[in-house]
């Protein structure tokens, strides 16, 4: 059985129509933003209604006790092609926990109880703490940042994640000389439905990991939001990784332990399946993945095919990290 399952083309959302729904929250947040008209249609160019079937309209998001979103836009990460809709963005998710279905995650991950989460930092640190998730997004630096978002299965997104830089909360915590890597844990589900499917042949609940070098660079991200408003289930709120330079799976979703460690942990997809999923996943079109190749990337919801490029385009970000690359 293959670990991540790629989608039979006809199971591909083309295009999706703007409900009014949508359209009005857009412009709320747009507003908030600080943006008109015309820069609305630069920074989500293609956005109109009547550009497919099948629309959907989104629950509201989830209330945000901190008030902290939508929050400040830092302007040195930019796109180099337009964001994806929010509606498509969050009806297409890699959440096993809940569905291998893509299309069924949102549905499923409706009633997930987000509050109260409580993150555990622990491990090799001097200072282990437990952070209730709202008190950590009050005390750390929240931003927003557009980053592009690569799947090992060869599609990819454009997203504008809400967060604050991992390297903040490990400032918190001290990591002590000895720690080399860390370790994400992923809430622990029991065993539902959705579950079953998955339950027998992948080790939950859901582990990765960074050495701490990758942990401590400015891109990796803790994110809390997506679109201007806290993070929903299906992308794996309250609190998930995001290391865009990476295939998706390194980034845990719905995390409620990061442990420091001298030696490298085993990490979920590696433990399935190591010649298909290494530890290190760095998008790069020259490394074909076994089964397919990484060379070109589809954009969810336009389908448009891009050219991959190495580091998803972050290799400014990463090059002291791995040499020559
Ligand atoms: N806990 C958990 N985290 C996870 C996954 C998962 O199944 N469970 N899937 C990963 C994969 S393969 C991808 S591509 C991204 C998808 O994130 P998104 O749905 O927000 O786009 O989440 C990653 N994090
Ligand atoms: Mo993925």
Known sequence: MSPIIVPPRWKIPEREATPESVYLRRREFLKALGLGGAAAGLFLA?????DG???????????????????RRNPRYTLDRPLTEEVVAARYNNFYEFSTQKEKVATLAKGFRMRPWTLEVTGLVSKPARFDVD????KMPIEERLYRHRCVEAWAMAVPWTGFPLSALL???EPRAEARFVRFVSFDKPRTEGMKETASWIPWPYHEGLTIEEATCDLTLLVTGIYGHPLPPQHGGPIRLVTPWKYGYKSAKSIVRIELAATRPPTLWNQVAPDEY?????????KPHPRWSQATERMIGTGEQRPTRLYNGYAEFVAGLYGKG
């Open 46 to 50: 293609g956005c109109g209604p009547g």
């Open 53 to 71: 079937s099948g629309a959907e309209k989104l629950p509201p998001s989830p209330i945000d006790p901190t008030g902290r979103t939508p929050a």
């Open 135 to 138: 008190d950590l997004v009050r």
């Open 171 to 173: 400032k918190r915590v």
């Open 278 to 286: 290494d530890f290190f996943a760095n998008v790069n079109p020259a």
